[in-house]
């Protein structure tokens, strides 16, 4: 009985086995419409030469990187120097970036783990409390936090009303303004990986911890984290990246003073007298680093498992 299961088993295991690369074609034209392709279009422009009136000019060149790394004067007849302009705004990307996603690691790790200790029957209650602001617009959730943050706002009103502060304080067009509308924007993408390591943890470990005498401190750091790292590592990421190529959080919140890489991509693809070469090979550099990024988070993956 045993041994037919098997033999049925593996017999239909190989059912589709000559059919297997037919059966994952839909997943792979869609991969390479809509991923690879454009991809594949940014990489030949950002090699292109922009046309005085805007456009292109297909004369392949390193000019759109050289403009990014070097600084040639006026003229750009002089010798290369670095050009710290865009890399002073690369790196504001980066750690504005990782500002708001250690902001939403402090506030969606309790909140996930909060979640996951809730009574089965109102997880899904939490969850949807969780996700739903998010039905609406990122655009409109955004412009409302503007509305929340200025010096008239509802947020300053309260602060005065609970005589926190006496008089309002400028929050928008900072760097902190900018934090706090990457922070709301990506909050569920730290929250909702996080939740599902802990619902998975099996909670009788923590217990014997307690037994042994094991402070609260000490299970959570060296018994809860190691087994829902891989869902903290995920919402990191989830949270990172999107944050580090945003635009509309510094361009509405923010303003000309917070302007990060996503916003200086934007610029050069308005309107015909954009620097489409340059705004492509702005693009390239920060898939370039996201890929970096996702590979080393890879490596320590696989170190860890192993």
Same mark, same amino acid.
């Given at each position: ?98 500002? $708001?996603? !250690?902001?939403?690691? =402090?506030? /969606?790790?309790?909140?996930? &783990?909060? #979640?996951?200790?809730?009574? *089965? ?124 190529? $945003?635009? !509309?959080?510094?361009? =509405?919140? /923010?303003?000309?003073?917070? &302007?990060? #890489?996503?916003?200086?991509? *934007? ?40």
């Amino acid at each position: 009985m045993a041994g037919g299961a098997t033999t049925g088993g593996a017999a239909r295991a190989e059912t589709y086995a000559g059919v297997r690369n037919w059966l994952l074609l839909p997943s792979w034209l869609v991969l390479c419409i809509l991923v690879l392709a454009p991809i594949g279009i940014m990489l030949v422009y950002s090699f292109l030469t922009k046309e005085f009136r805007g456009g292109v000019i297909w004369e392949f060149s390193l000019a759109a990187y050289d403009q990014f790394f070097c600084d040639r004067g006026l003229f750009g007849d002089e010798p290369c120097s670095i050009e710290w302009t865009y890399i002073t705004i690369f790196w504001r990307s980066i750690w504005q970036a990782g500002a $708001a996603t !250690l902001l939403a690691l =402090l506030i /969606g790790f309790p909140t996930a &783990f909060f #979640i996951a200790t809730r009574p *089965e029957r109102s997880r899904p209650l939490w969850v949807f409390l969780i996700t739903v602001p998010y039905w609406v617009n990122l655009l409109i959730r955004t412009v409302s936090m503007k509305f929340l943050l200025r010096d008239n706002g509802p947020m300053n009103d309260a602060l005065i009303g609970m005589g926190v502060i006496a008089e309002p304080i400028t929050i928008i067009n900072t760097n902190l303004a900018v934090q706090i509308g990457l922070f709301y924007s990506y909050l569920p993408f730290m929250v909702l990986p996080i939740y599902a390591a802990v619902e998975r943890f099996d909670f009788r470990l923590s217990e014997a911890a307690a037994d042994l005498y094991a402070s609260k401190w000490v299970t959570l750091r060296r018994v809860v984290l190691p087994a829902v790292r891989p869902g903290v590592i995920a919402g990191c990421i989830l949270v990172f990246v999107p944050s580090l190529g $945003a635009f !509309l959080a510094p361009d =509405l919140l /923010g303003g000309a003073k917070n &302007f990060m #890489i996503g916003s200086l991509i *934007e610029e050069q693809f308005k309107g015909s007298a954009g620097n489409w070469p340059f705004g492509a090979a702005a693009a390239m550099i920060l898939l370039s680093m996201v890929l970096v990024i996702l590979l080393i988070s890879a490596r320590q993956s696989q170190r860890s498992s192993a």
